[in-house]
């Protein structure tokens, strides 16, 4: 069963630029949810989408934003890039809703912001 | 504020020996934790879960113990293996939100020496 599918695995942009990442989950899962990941903060939570719908928001600005399509695929955008937005962003997906289907990780995008 | 703690940095242990690694949580509303391990330049890999009904969970060398009174987790890993070496997170859901969020502990750098 193929896993989860990030891409690009790496991008270099500038400060002010936009970007988006892509994601796809494994074969019938429904649930995407996107973290960052930087040195500093750890692991964080954007956000979450299920059945096209976004179902719960970490504390980001709103220069990150995210869609999901009817096919399960996700991406994230992020607008007006900064410097602090340098950081390997990852995708997660899963079947369902419960707690007990628990999240699989794709190997990230890592961005980095010159 | 942090509200999963790994408050080891760094264990060193030597095949065929136990490793205990430790997490701490402040939000009474996690109801279900996982744990995870990364290697480098790849995803969080599932591990194993519990759930606050239980205080133990066990899947072949692993083993997740939970003290709710404590608010405390740790997972034991039995004997340890050279291939055991990455970084373990902790995480959480809190059932009062979405089990789409996972709230990370900042990881422990497990090495285990042959």
């Known amino acids: 069963k193929a896993g989860v599918t990030q891409t690009p695995r790496y991008l270099i942009k500038t400060r002010g630029q936009q970007v988006t990442l892509s994601c796809s989950p494994i074969s019938g899962h429904r649930s995407v949810s996107w973290y960052q990941q930087t040195p500093g903060q750890g692991l964080q939570f954007l956000f979450e989408y299920f059945s096209e719908t976004q179902r719960n928001k970490g504390n980001f600005p709103g220069r990150f934003s995210g869609r999901q399509f009817s096919n399960s695929r996700s991406e994230m955008n992020v607008s007006t890039l900064e410097l602090g937005d340098s950081a390997l962003y990852l995708c997660?997906?899963?079947?369902?809703?419960?707690?007990?289907?628990?999240?699989?990780f794709g190997d990230g995008t890592r961005l980095s912001i010159l | 504020d942090q509200q999963v703690k790994q408050n080891s940095p760094s264990l060193s242990v030597q095949e065929g020996r136990i490793s205990i690694l430790n997490c701490d949580y402040t939000n009474s509303m996690f109801d279900y934790f996982l744990w995870y391990k990364k290697y480098p330049a790849e995803g969080p890999t599932f591990l194993i879960s519990i759930s606050s009904i239980k205080d133990k969970n066990e899947d072949g060398r692993f083993t997740v113990f939970l003290n709710k009174s404590a608010k405390h987790l740790s997972l034991h890993i039995v004997p340890s293996q050279p291939g055991d070496s990455a970084v373990y997170f902790c995480a959480a859901y809190d059932g009062g939100t979405s089990y789409g969020k996972l709230t990370f502990g900042q990881g422990t750098i497990l090495t285990v020496h042959p």
């Open positions: 997660a997906s899963r079947a369902g809703t419960s707690p007990n289907q628990p999240q699989h």
